[in-house]
């Protein structure tokens, strides 16, 4: 009798897909609950009733922290960890976290008003980024190459409309190559290399390096240093399944995002590694 897993996400995408396609021959049956209508808060959560257990494949970065939160209160196995989950979902939390478990992330400031980024610019050296603390897939990142077009661009975020999408993060740009690890349980399941636009020139449709905006990915070896910082993620967040992006310095890797539903169709395209088989053995195994 295969032992079965909800997948709870808005809807079935590639990954989804592929995952539900690898489950059968670990043992496992996956089934997808729309996290639009799991209405969570009864102790016995009714719409994960005979479910084994639930992998979060939610992309809104407020309803995977509270699914898993509320399906944890009702005793259901929840893959990754609620507590996982709300600290990947806000990129200051795990900035923070990671920072004081000793792992290498870049500089940045917390910026929830005018104030508060007029002194960013201040302290941190042009070209800067700035992204919202809640958000993904690269929305509503930008490069602030200088000093007198950047309060104009701060105006546009004056005028959303809630404090949720006002907070922001500013740090360093750290150039248009990054390295997008996929981490299951506590091994690389892949790791690829992805190129932007280049810093400055303006040749390419754009320079923010993440696999959702179709940027180039060469896959790259697990070297030491790299197995090192993900080994410290995994111990600081607790075994799951992880997209950690990072940015080479002349100091070595800093940890940029973790993603707690990752995406991983450029990653399985670059590597050509078996990502589906190694996320149903991690379910398999979490089973057991």
Avoid at 81 to 109: E, H, W, Y
Avoid at 153 to 178: I, K, R, W
Avoid at 262 to 275: E, V, W
Wanted: charged residues 25%.
């Amino acid at each position: 009798m295969p032992r079965t897993v909800a997948v709870a996400a808005d809807r079935i995408g590639w990954e989804e897909r592929r995952l539900i396609a690898a489950a059968p021959a670990f043992g496992l049956r996956l089934e997808w609950v729309n996290d639009e209508s799991m209405c969570l808060g009864h102790p016995d959560a009714p719409a994960l009733s005979g479910y084994d257990a639930l992998l979060v494949r939610s992309r809104s970065y407020t309803r995977g922290g509270l699914v898993a939160t509320l399906a944890e209160a009702a005793s259901v196995r929840t893959l990754n960890t609620a507590r996982a989950i709300r600290t990947c979902q806000n990129k200051a939390a795990l900035r923070t976290a990671l920072r004081s478990a000793g792992i290498p992330v870049p500089d940045f400031r917390l910026v929830l008003s005018r104030t508060d980024f007029e002194r960013a610019l201040k302290e941190l050296p042009l070209p800067l980024v700035l992204k919202p603390v809640f958000g993904g897939m690269g929305k509503r990142v930008t490069l602030l190459r200088h000093a007198d077009t950047a309060a104009s661009v701060y105006d546009y975020v004056e005028d959303l409309g809630h404090a949720f999408e006002q907070a922001c993060l500013v740090e360093p740009y750290l150039g248009d190559t990054s390295v997008r690890c996929l981490v299951v349980g506590d091994e690389i399941a892949g790791a690829a290399e992805f190129t932007g636009g280049g810093e400055f020139t303006g040749g390419a449709a754009d320079w923010r390096t993440n696999a959702a905006l179709g940027n180039r990915a060469r896959a790259v070896a697990h070297d030491p240093e790299l197995r090192k910082i993900l080994d410290s993620v995994v111990s600081e967040l607790g075994p799951g399944i992880y997209g950690v992006d990072l940015f080479r310095t002349p100091e070595g890797h800093v940890v940029n995002e973790v993603n707690h539903a990752p995406g991983f169709r450029a990653l399985d395209a670059a590597t050509g590694a078996d990502i589906p088989s190694s996320v149903a053995r991690h379910l398999r195994e979490a089973l057991a």
